[in-house]
């Protein structure tokens, strides 16, 4: 029983009810596995006609969508690497200074980071990616030909 369990969760299949559904002690449990948990809403134990208790599942048939939340990105194709490079080239002086005054790497990695990050704040452009895109890449012209096909049919 307990291989078939470890089984289970090296498959990444949750078991959703464990649980004895007999009123006879020597029974062995119900084991209910599901590997998407998130389509599962109500999961309980209701009697039922003989010795035995029913498990009531109640799901959900579809998945649900969760929308991603708008989210910038940087455009690199417009940005001024040059100016970059020459901000970092005049940099150069000033994390030389920081090593020879025995500074951590820490520290120097933080005020390198920083910097970095506030030139490509100020030198690439950034645009909003909205996350409701329901364009699935494995539906080509030929799967899109096909659907309508069976719909017609």
Known sequence: MLTFYWTLQALCIALLWNGITSKEPQ???????????????????????SDYETVY?????????TKLPPREVYTYKKGDFDAIKTALKNMEKEFSELEASNQPAEIIWTKFKTKLINLMEK??????????KTKKPWIDIQ???????????
């Open 27 to 49: 029974e062995t449990s119900q084991l209910l596995p599901q590997n998407t948990s998130s389509l599962v809403n109500k999961v309980h134990v209701i009697p039922g006609i």
């Open 57 to 65: 599942i109640e799901s959900s048939l579809r998945p649900i969508k």
């Open 123 to 132: 030198h690439i452009p950034k645009k909003t990616i909205r996350g409701n």
């Open 143 to 153: 799967v899109k030909a096909g659907l309508r096909e069976k719909q017609i049919i």
